[in-house]
């Protein structure tokens, strides 16, 4: 069992920075593949990042790349999303999820976080 809980979303306005931590917690969490997801109202939830458990592999939604970057500290149990010039667009209810590997595929995560809200103004 892997337990997952964001923190750092917040308010901010277009081309403003956002840091979001998801801290894991159980026996296995440093072995698992990471990912951040995001759900804007009326949309579907989409991939952000993914992170192998090495930190070797880091995978991006093409919205983000360049503006994102995900990073994974084994030896506290925490996956970042730095979230640099920052877009409205970008608003969303961002979710942490673990899994056996990095993907794109919401799916193929087991564990997933309650989510944190970040809302971006022009």
């Known amino acids: 069992q892997v337990q997952l809980v964001e923190s750092g979303g917040g308010l901010a306005q277009a081309g403003d920075s956002l840091r979001l931590s998801c801290a894991a917690s159980?026996?296995?969490?440093?072995?698992?593949?990471m990912g951040w997801f995001r759900q804007a109202p009326g949309k579907e939830r989409e991939f952000v990042a993914a992170?192998?458990?090495?930190?070797?592999?880091?995978y991006y939604a093409d919205s983000v790349k360049g503006r994102f970057t995900i990073s994974r500290d084994n030896a506290k149990n925490t996956v970042s999303l730095q979230m640099n010039s920052l877009k409205p667009e970008d608003t969303a209810v961002y979710y942490c999820?673990?899994?056996?590997?990095?993907?794109?595929?919401?799916?193929?995560?087991?564990?997933w976080g309650q989510g944190t809200q970040v809302t971006v103004s022009s």
């Open positions: 159980g026996r296995t969490a440093s072995r698992r593949g």
């Open positions: 992170i192998s458990w090495s930190g070797g592999n880091t």
């Open positions: 999820a673990a899994g056996p590997w990095a993907t794109m595929e919401a799916r193929a995560y087991t564990y």
